[in-house]
């Protein structure tokens, strides 16, 4: 009897370490209307500067010109890698240099910062990049 009631605290103190671990990732990831507007709905053209394939958002950062002539870099939010590659995203979609066109929706705060919905790609194919939060089709309705 010993044994298993150390066993169920042994189990209960990894999965506390285990929950405690991941609380940082939890409370940082955010809802789309915590962050930026579904009403301030923009279309941008820019340079390709870097893409991250990281988790929980891919980021795609451009460079843009600015109402002023002067070049701003502009983050865009994406959905999560391996939902990009379900959509027809590749490493070779978005070659640094290359001009997209990028539909997205700003900021709240006025950062230079934006949740993508669709890019248009240099050859001219559209590519959905939004999550499913800011009303975009989840990959669970998709025709197969």
């Known amino acids: 009897m010993r ?11 990894v999965l506390g370490l285990g929950l405690f671990q991941t609380a940082g990732r939890v409370l940082a990831h955010h809802a ?5 507007d579904a009403n301030k709905k923009v279309t941008m053209t820019g340079t390709i500067a870097e893409m991250q394939w990281i988790n929980p958002h891919a980021c795609l950062w451009i460079t843009v010109k600015g109402a002023d002539g002067k070049d701003e870099r502009w983050g865009l939010e ?24 990028v539909v997205a929706y700003l900021a709240k705060d006025g950062r230079k910062s ?23 089709p989840d990959d669970s309705t998709r025709k197969r």
């Open 32 to 36: 789309f209307a915590a962050e930026f």
């Open 114 to 136: 934006a949740n993508a919905d669709q890019v248009t790609l240099p050859d001219g194919k559209k590519l959905f990049a939004g999550t499913s939060s800011n009303g975009a």
């Open 3 to 13: 044994s298993s009631a150390r066993n169920a605290a042994l189990y209960l103190v």
């Open 78 to 101: 994406f959905g999560p890698p391996n939902a990009l590659y379900r959509r027809g995203w590749t490493k070779r979609s978005v070659p640094v240099g290359a001009e997209v066109a």
